[in-house]
């Protein structure tokens, strides 16, 4: 009876040193963690367990000492700016308090089997001035090295498609400064490894590629022709991404040329002339053109600055006599001569102003008139009729340019 309970009394011994133990070692892990961290912490991949704020915050200022950005251009271009380079300087230390609060040392024996895991929101301090330094100093942000963007644009006509090629848009090398200070001052606050300027919008795009859903051509004079023309013999992807085609006071066709093809941009085509146009009514297109008022009169009406707009519309005017009259001249031409034959006609007069120093119209006005006919007798390569058809012409001309 005496040993069992002497042995009753062992057990129960043990029993209160074992809890004793126990209890100590929990109190004082307990008061361990109230100022260390719990097992299996982890914070910014660094290894924190049974680690103090400042030993954790030392261990993050020498890994950060490391870090560097690395800044990524077009063509192959790149930096990397180094945290030595900008004294960046980065202040964890309330924010790995913040994570030491949050911890319930009561509860520290749940570490022994659970993970922790943080990530540091890092905000980045560093000399402006320094930095500023750096990027002046950057290779591709030297101005001699950018290159502008090109917008898409119709290239030449290709032979074997029978079509007119789009030439695709140059994005250029041309870097907005400010854009890029910005850029790179972000991803140091916020200690990001790389930088892709491409994909922060930090460079000058062109405004028209061959991606655009939907194209507008246009242009003036025999740019306006070639707007018609491009799109006549543009393949079936372009054709119908062209929304409209502007031609302003351009040259139209012959009129065997109005086949077809010229027929399906009839819906899209706008052709604006001015009241005294003479370029625009050169051959044939189509009827229905707008008449645009202009400041000034005369062939001189031609130059698109001098289109009157109200807002963001053209002021609409009417087409004058001499204009139509002249118009239906050139077209008598065209049906009476030969494309060679007119091929002659325009090289010889035009050799002929050419020759007397004549580049204007106003030039031309200075003249008198017998010297005008004596300048297109010179011209050996036509008869007299069409010296005659030319000085009716001309003298056409003067009159629309001197009209007021």
Known sequence: MKKDNKCKRMSALIIIVIMGILMLVYFTFCYIFQTHYFFHTTIDYIESSVQTVDTVSDILKDEFQKYSLHVIGREDTE??????????????????????????????????????????????????DALEQIIDTIPFMQRDYMKAPENAY???????????????????????????????????????????????????????????????????????NLAMTSSMYCNNDIFKRIKTIY??????????????????????????????????????????KKIVKSNTSGIMTHDINTWLCFGQFLEKGKQSKLSIKIDNRIKEWNKNYTDKELEVM???????????????????????????????????????????????????????????
């Open 346 to 404: 325009i090289t010889s007069i035009f050799n002929v102003f050419e020759k007397n120093n004549i580049k204007s119209f106003r030039e031309l006005k200075k003249l008198k008139w017998n010297q005008i006919i004596g300048m297109i007798n010179e011209v050996n390569d036509i008869d007299d009729e069409t010296k005659k058809l030319y000085s009716e012409t001309i003298k056409d001309l003067i009159w629309l340019n001197n009209k007021k």
């Open 247 to 288: 031609n302003l006071d351009g040259p139209g066709f012959r009129e065997k040329d109005l086949n077809n093809n010229f027929k399906k941009i009839l819906p899209k085509l706008q052709i604006y002339i001015p009241e005294d146009s003479i370029i625009g009514m050169l051959l044939y297109s189509t009827n229905n």
């Open 154 to 224: 119709i290239g030449d006509f290709q032979e074997s498609t029978g079509q007119y090629e789009l030439v695709k848009a140059y994005p250029g090398t041309y870097l907005r400064k400010g854009k890029v200070c910005d850029s790179i001052k972000l991803a140091l606050e916020n200690m990001d490894t790389e930088l892709n300027l491409e994909e922060a919008g930090c460079y000058i795009e062109p405004s028209i590629t061959s991606e655009d859903k939907e194209i507008y051509i246009g242009g003036h004079s025999k740019g306006g």
């Open 79 to 128: 930096v990397t700016i180094s945290a030595k380079d900008v004294s960046l300087k980065v202040y964890t230390q309330d924010a790995l308090q913040k994570i030491m609060d949050s911890q319930n040392a009561w509860l520290w024996p749940v570490s022994i089997w659970k993970e922790y895991s943080y990530d540091l929101e890092h905000i980045g301090q560093y000399e402006e």
